[in-house]
């Protein structure tokens, strides 16, 4: 009775040691075992899960607010929001590298923005013209696309994204390898359009002086 | 108790994102607000991008997405230096004028 299975080797050989020797508590050492992975894995579902909606529903918010407010200003700072959250959820589908360049380009953004240039917040600065047929023809579109969209995600069921790996850094390697050898032409014409706009911008702020 | 979030979750909310971008385009009447708006659509593409990158395990949508935002950024400086421009020179017309009215 006290004797070791046949079957049992290794490290269940010295569980069933700890236990005593006994089956009875050697099947106890294996519940135990069991129920607590479980529920360390709940817990990291659930927090992934609770991480996912709250980032959700603050990028819908910030992004309702950025369309909303009808300053420059406070819209910036929605964006701001907007951009934290959607690097969160970067962070969630074990993406670094995005998530670092999308908490970078709003300090970009803001450098650019908080250049003593005039006032960019007034009623008619930058006005475009539009007829306002157009404009609610514009909006009626985006909530048919809406609607549509949200109509097709009913008709599939949800499919699980795949386990990630578990080191966030051999993402950041392979993004930064597949980048200096299959799109070494992106890089570089992202870096010919970078070059192009700033020369652009030099020469309207000289055109102004 | 809240779903599991799935593949779809993050595509339904990147077309969240885009049809509320897409609604500023149209809503907003001024430049610096219609490129806010693009922005709000941008970011709801960065994020189908990395979703799809999860999804099919490739490094294409995570390179895809940096080069939009840099892109945007790009978008961003040329705005915000036309529309500085289109203000100074209303700036200066009102000054002409006198009676601050265009």
């Known amino acids: 009775m006290n004797s070791l299975p046949a079957v049992v080797t290794g490290r269940e050989a010295a569980r069933f040691e700890v236990a005593g020797g006994r089956p009875a508590q050697y099947r106890s050492v294996h519940r135990v075992g069991g129920i607590v992975a479980r529920a360390l894995r709940w817990c990291g579902d659930v927090m992934h899960t609770w991480t996912f909606w709250g980032l959700a529903a603050a990028a819908i918010a910030s992004s309702v607010l950025v369309v909303g407010l009808r300053h420059a200003v406070p819209s910036a700072r929605a964006l701001l929001a907007l951009s934290v959250a959607l690097a969160g959820l970067s962070m969630l589908l074990a993406a670094p590298g995005v998530a670092v360049v999308l908490l970078i380009a709003p300090a970009a953004g803001a450098t650019i923005l908080l250049r003593p240039v005039p006032p960019l917040d007034g009623p008619d600065v930058g006005r475009v013209p539009g007829t306002s047929i157009g404009r609610r023809l514009g909006l009626l579109v985006a909530v048919v696309l809406v609607v549509e969209l949200g109509w097709a995600f009913r008709q599939t069921h949800g499919v699980r994204l795949p386990a990630q790996s578990s080191d966030l850094f051999t993402s950041a390697v392979n993004v930064a390898g597949a980048v200096w050898t299959d799109h070494l032409a992106t890089l570089a014409a992202a870096a010919l359009l970078l070059v192009v706009s700033v020369a652009g911008v030099a020469a309207v702020r000289r055109e102004e002086r | ?102």
């Open chain 2, 1 to 102: 108790m809240l779903p599991e979030p799935t593949f779809n979750s993050y595509l339904m909310l990147s077309t969240v994102l885009l049809s509320v971008g897409l609604a500023g385009v149209f809503l907003q009447r001024t430049a610096v607000g219609m490129l806010l708006s693009v922005q709000v659509m941008v970011g709801g593409i960065t994020l189908a991008f990395t979703a799809g990158d999860r999804y099919f395990a490739r490094t294409d949508g995570q390179i895809l997405s940096v080069v939009v935002i840099a892109a945007t950024l790009v978008h961003l400086a040329l705005v915000v230096a036309l529309s500085a421009t289109d203000a100074r020179h209303r700036h200066r017309y009102r000054r002409g004028s006198g009676d601050g009215r265009t």
